[in-house]
């Protein structure tokens, strides 16, 4: 299973509007080899280089694994959203105070649906998810503001 956006290549960084200093909606996804007996997918956005620990952005359950797509600035139809760390049952794109963080747009194929509450956080969200994961796929992209924004890539 691979997760890709035409907005940025994997290890690449991300275009200003999905970020808080741009427009802070999602890019486009493609979910693809999506494995066959998949019965739902769920997708995790977060910055494990938050000052507080890992920030998460965007948590998506229950999208119907035959989606190929998740359109920037949509949610799947159908799909669950819980709360990030901001509170929000939406995307948060990132917003670093300073320097450059690293975004993983975490993708999981799931035997089952979660039944979990539309207020679960990210804890709920990971255990609900961790007996039922069959596959998982990854994209990161990396986003800096302030005067440390120069990045080196040998620290991925």
Same mark, same amino acid.
């Given at each position: 299973?691979?997760?890709?956006?035409?907005?940025?290549?994997?290890?690449?960084?991300?275009?200003?509007?999905?970020? =808080?200093?741009? *427009? *802070?909606?999602?890019?486009?996804?493609?979910?693809?080899?999506?494995?066959?007996?998949?019965?739902?997918?769920?997708?995790?956005? +977060? +910055?494990?280089?938050?000052?507080?620990?890992?920030?998460?952005?965007?948590?998506?359950?229950?999208?119907? &694994?035959?989606?190929?797509?998740?359109?920037?600035?949509?949610?799947?139809?159908?799909?669950?959203?819980?709360?990030?760390?901001?509170?929000?049952?939406?995307?948060?794109?990132? =917003?670093?105070?300073?320097? %450059?963080?690293?975004?993983?747009?975490?993708?999981?194929?799931? *035997?089952? !649906?979660? +039944?979990?509450?539309?207020?679960? %956080?990210?804890?709920?969200? +990971?255990?609900?998810?961790? &007996?039922?994961?069959?596959?998982?796929?990854?994209?990161?992209?990396?986003?800096?503001?302030?005067? !440390?924004?120069?990045?080196?890539?040998? !620290?991925?």
């Amino acid at each position: 299973m691979k997760l890709t956006s035409t907005a940025f290549l994997n290890g690449e960084i991300i275009p200003i509007e999905y970020t =808080c200093d741009g *427009d *802070d909606t999602n890019p486009l996804l493609t979910m693809i080899e999506v494995p066959p007996e998949a019965v739902s997918l769920a997708l995790i956005v +977060d +910055d494990p280089d938050a000052p507080e620990g890992t920030f998460t952005h965007w948590l998506v359950w229950n999208i119907d &694994p035959i989606i190929e797509e998740i359109e920037e600035g949509e949610i799947p139809t159908g799909a669950e959203v819980g709360l990030n760390s901001a509170g929000m049952r939406s995307y948060t794109g990132p =917003c670093p105070p300073s320097g %450059q963080h690293r975004y993983f747009f975490k993708l999981y194929a799931l *035997d089952s !649906e979660l +039944d979990v509450s539309i207020s679960a %956080q990210r804890e709920e969200i +990971d255990k609900a998810m961790e &007996p039922h994961i069959i596959a998982r796929a990854e994209l990161l992209g990396i986003y800096g503001r302030g005067e !440390e924004g120069e990045f080196n890539s040998e !620290e991925v």
